[in-house]
């Protein structure tokens, strides 16, 4: 087999890890993808009519606090200044997400200052005060108070998830920062910005060397294609970035994830909604979040008389779904636990990325992720100075 690795997954964990073994070793890697581009979710491209650049798979806002990523990720492209900030449409009135001072004083019809807003805050959260919540619903209340909760999460939560926010981590709305400032960024990272030019063109980047070979609709379970499971089995390294419980033929259960449903389209205006993105908290209306994708780059020269807008829908995932956000109910956790013995017991295969971790994972984690694998298993390997030890992305993070 002509080839030293295989790379199931082109998106930011696979292309990492191809691009670290290509450049530091001088591997043969072949990168599989059952879709028809290279990057994952990541993927963008221009929108013919507009030529405006739209995130296939949802707004994606690169950011990270981590050196080593920020220093890597430059390696292949430029990063714009732009910074994100979201709005919310409660009832017909919009106020600034995350939640702080401004979403507080405006919900409140109120001045007040940090130390009253914080004061408000603690009484309308005093149910769980001392606690530690560990589910979503009561963290939210913790974090800040029931009736904003109820405003604008509970049922955003109930549209995203469909899932009873009391079986639901703590973690995903730890995510969202609460602030007695106006400071209405959406992240609190050093470094935040978008590729110059585009997704497409910094995944491409990463994948452009002579000994990466990408293989597009190239599906990793068919047995038709030469370096499908069965038949790379034993023959050579594998990284699998492709959903867990997919690899293992379900042996221990299905792990729940949630998929999303864009609805695009082209209007006849310059500017749609004034932001690039607008939450939907109620549940009069049926989708999250409207995406309006010129707002994110205020730099380029879009057309003045057009703009491109996404509606997001999600639901759980049924079967031939795209697999997005792992939902993580104790179930779920109890079956990828299941999982662990056969992923520490398969011979030459690491798994990672979001699908192959069962992790809600950003670019930056998915691509710290893949450099820590790259460092601590493949670089002993490849230097022969380690067998491979099989496992996961994370066993030793
Ligand atoms: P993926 O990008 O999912 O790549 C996995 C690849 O494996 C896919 O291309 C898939 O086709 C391929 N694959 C799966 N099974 C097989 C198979 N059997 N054979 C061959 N190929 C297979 N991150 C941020 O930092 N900021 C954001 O704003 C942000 N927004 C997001 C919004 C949405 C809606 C989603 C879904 C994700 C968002 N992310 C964001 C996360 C980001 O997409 C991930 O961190 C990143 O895509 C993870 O990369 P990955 O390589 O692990 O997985
Ligand atoms: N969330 C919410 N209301 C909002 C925005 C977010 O309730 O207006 C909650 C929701 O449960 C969501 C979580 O916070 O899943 C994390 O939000 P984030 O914007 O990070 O979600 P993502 O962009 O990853 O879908």
Known sequence: ????????????????????????????????????????????????????????????????????????????????????????????????????????????????????????????????????????????????????YEAFIKNYTAKQWQTDPKDLPAEIISRLPVRYTYDNRYFNDTHEGLPVDGY??????????????????????????????????????????????????????????????????VLPTGDFQGTSVMNYPDLDVPYTRIHEFRHFHPERDYPRDATVIMREFSRFAQSGDEPYYPINTTEDRERLLAYRPAIKAEKDVLFGGRLGTYKYLDMHMAIGSALTMFENKLRPHFAGTAALQSGSAGDDE
């Not at 990793?220 to 370096?227: G, K, L, P, T, Y």
């Not at 038949?231 to 959903?243: F, I, L, M």
């Open 1 to 148: 087999m002509n080839t030293d690795l295989v790379v199931v997954g082109s998106g930011f964990f696979g292309l990492t890890i191809a691009e670290r073994c290509a450049r530091e070793f001088g591997l043969n890697v072949t990168v599989i993808d059952r879709r028809s581009h290279i990057g994952g979710n990541a993927y963008s491209e221009n929108e013919p009519q507009t030529g405006i650049e739209v995130h296939r798979y949802g707004s994606h806002l690169f950011h990270t606090s981590n050196e080593r990523v920020w220093e890597y990720v430059n390696r292949f492209t430029a990063f714009t200044n732009y910074q994100h900030k979201v709005y919310t449409s409660h009832k017909g009135e919009v106020y600034p997400m995350p939640i702080n001072l401004g979403t507080i004083n405006q919900f409140f019809r109120s001045s007040y200052g940090p130390d009253e807003a914080r004061a408000l805050i603690r009484e309308q959260s005093a149910e769980f005060a001392s606690t530690n919540p560990e589910n979503l619903n009561d963290k939210g209340i913790s974090l800040i108070g029931r009736p904003l």
């Open 200 to 265: 497409t063109a910094w995944l491409e980047r990463m994948a452009d060397h002579p000994k990466i070979d990408v293989r597009l609709d190239t599906d990793f379970f068919d047995d038709s294609q030469e370096f499908s499971k069965n038949n790379v089995a034993g023959q050579v390294p594998v990284v699998y970035t492709g959903p867990i419980d997919r690899y293992f033929d379900f042996s221990e259960g299905e792990l729940s994830w949630r998929t999303l449903d864009f609805e695009e389209e």
